[in-house]
């Protein structure tokens, strides 16, 4: 789906993102969920170096991201908060990709639902957090901009996104 303006947006049934550009995951503020999931060999610690290291440990700021090359790690979920995902969070974290990405001038951007698979807030609130948040970023976002969610999703998506004006047309790849 066509974007107006100068970038593009793709609207895509949970495709895994493009190699040659930054990847978005939804991630906690203990970075327990650690998406997508790693595989860690285990190491040898001494006792009194995890304990410190565990004492000093602080949860990441919600809105922040933790960066890991093409990575970003969006901290929107609170698992120790009921409901575990808020809607300011999730914005916070859109304006911080959006910045960041068109900082190291990112060719494209791959983006999840935001706040849905593991903060559970409903599709249709994501997907509007992130048309409002391409609104209102649209001058600093990279050339393609890659949303990836359920099929279910994806009409719903495209009427919000069209009537935004956000989209132009439609592109069947």
Not at 45 to 64: A, C, N, R
Not at 115 to 137: F, V
Request: charged share 15%; net charge negative; aromatic share 10%.
């Amino acid at each position: 789906m066509q974007v107006s303006g100068n970038f593009e947006i793709r609207l895509t049934e949970n495709e895994q993102p493009p190699s040659s550009g930054i990847s978005v995951y939804e991630e906690d503020n203990y970075e327990l969920l650690v998406s997508p999931p790693q595989v860690v060999l285990p190491i040898i610690v001494h006792p009194v170096h995890l304990y410190t290291s565990l004492y000093d440990f602080s949860p990441f700021e919600m809105g922040s991201l933790r960066i890991y090359g093409n990575k970003i790690l969006a901290v929107v979920v609170d698992v120790a908060k009921d409901p575990p995902c808020r809607n300011e969070w999730v914005s916070a974290a859109l304006k911080h990709i959006f910045e960041y990405t068109n900082k190291i001038q990112a060719p494209a951007l791959s983006l999840p639902l935001l706040g849905h698979y593991y903060g559970g807030l409903q599709a249709d609130t994501c997907i509007r957090l992130i048309s409002q948040a391409l609104l209102e970023h649209r001058g600093i976002l990279p050339p393609l901009v890659s949303l990836h969610m359920d099929r279910a999703y994806l009409e719903l998506a495209h009427e919000l996104f069209t009537a935004a004006g956000l989209l132009q047309n439609k592109v069947f790849p």
